[in-house]
């Protein structure tokens, strides 16, 4: 068996466990990745891509933030469309100048894999059987096979980043994590495609037929939304059913707008709201999905994920630093303040634009009458727009 040593072991090559390497790499701080798939396949993932400033600026922290800037799209607003009509969320005069930044997710992450190319640091693609151990002791490990041979990596901290089905979470005792879980009765179906986008920000819509979203990942590729059965497969949905089932759903003038073209990709998500917690053990800390999900409505997984990653940072950085034990001791705590606060905005903002299975006449009328107040009170738009943005860290 191979041995390796480095000071902090990441599991998983996402965005969080490359934007946590590159910013403990600055710091000085040796850290080694391993991932279960190969690149091609985390890079294959498509996910959202609205970014938060607090996001926007841990990425040009990290050193990675260039390209972003020059290619990405700055967002001072979106719209809630409903009844036929469309109503704009102001969001930079609602928050004294803020907006979010549309760069996809896809393009953060081979940002993060070329800079950590270039640096020369290490991520083991293809680790198979992956197992920590020690994390409740001071000898934190991990072992795998990687092209058939065992290796043991032996580290200081286990920064879990792997997701909801990884092995961190997993690996936690029986008992000693409780987790907190509302599964949707419906999903979204996402058809990317190289066509213009039909407005230059983002439309959110309620409909009796069900949620659409109207995005996009540059001016000249798009990415549409439905909400569907849970029941519903890819297959069932045909590039010309879902353009036509959008354009019912959207009102006359945006659909009169619209451009369609052959789908790059298409795939249906369930939604769900998760939070595992405690979010350290010892010395394993999770973070993003591993150890929370949120509907993709109100645009926050990456986004918590990053604030996930930059108290660790701050955490970790203090321990090498000034062997403090402040930031690891208040990691779990810091996270879950902010957490909790996005899963709130997350799942209100989900149940306010989405139709639920057999839901009464009464919830549908309630639900009108809570869009008809929100774009007509200045104090109601400037609470969703601090949410939208993002709340302080």
């Known amino acids: 068996m191979e041995t390796l040593r480095t000071q902090v072991l990441i599991v998983g090559a996402g965005p969080s466990g490359l934007m946590l390497g590159q910013l403990l790499h600055k710091a000085g701080i040796d850290n080694l990745i391993v991932e279960r798939q190969n690149g091609d396949y985390v890079l294959g993932r498509i996910r959202a891509g609205v970014l938060e400033q607090t996001t926007v600026d841990l990425l040009d922290e990290a050193g990675v933030g260039a390209r972003m800037h020059a290619e990405g799209l700055l967002h001072g607003g979106f719209e809630l469309a409903f009844e036929g009509q469309r109503h704009r969320i102001d969001l930079q005069a609602l928050t004294a100048g803020k907006a979010v930044m549309v760069y996809g997710q896809t393009e953060v992450t081979r940002d993060l894999m070329e800079a950590r190319a270039a640096a020369g640091l290490q991520t083991l693609y293809e680790a198979n059987d992956v197992s920590l151990q020690g994390f409740d002791g001071d000898t934190p490990s991990a072992r795998f096979k990687l092209a058939g041979k065992e290796i043991e990596v032996r580290c200081d901290f286990i920064a879990g980043c792997d997701g909801y089905h990884g092995v961190s979470r997993a690996s936690v005792p029986e008992g000693a994590i409780q987790s907190f879980e509302k599964v949707y009765p419906f ?58 089932e959008l354009r019912r759903r959207l009102d006359p003038e945006t659909a009169a707008q619209l451009v369609t073209g052959p789908s790059l990709e298409k795939s249906i998500a369930p939604l ?84 639920f299975n057999n839901e009464p006449a009464i919830d549908a009328k309630l639900h009108r009458s809570e869009l008809e107040y929100l774009i007509s009170s200045p104090a109601a738009q400037t609470v969703m727009a601090e949410n939208y943005v993002g709340l302080p860290w």
């Open 272 to 355: 769900r709201s998760f939070v595992a917690e405690p979010m350290r053990f010892g010395r394993l800390f999770l973070a993003g999905d591993a150890a929370h999900i949120v509907p993709p409505t109100g645009a926050k997984g990456l986004n918590l994920a990053a604030s996930d990653v930059y108290y660790l940072w701050q955490a970790l950085s203090e321990h090498y630093r000034e062997r403090s034990r402040a930031g690891i001791e208040h990691y779990s705590a810091r996270c879950l303040s902010r957490i909790w606060k996005a899963e709130r905005f997350s799942w209100w903002f989900t149940s306010l634009m989405h139709n």
């Open 187 to 244: 999903g979204w179906l996402g058809l990317l495609s190289d066509t213009p986008p039909v407005s230059h920000e983002l439309i959110y819509g309620r409909h009796e037929r069900g949620f659409t979203l109207c995005s996009m990942r540059s001016q000249t590729r798009s990415r549409y939304y439905l909400q569907v059965p849970l029941t519903d497969h890819v297959g069932d949905w045909s590039d010309a059913r879902f353009w036509d």
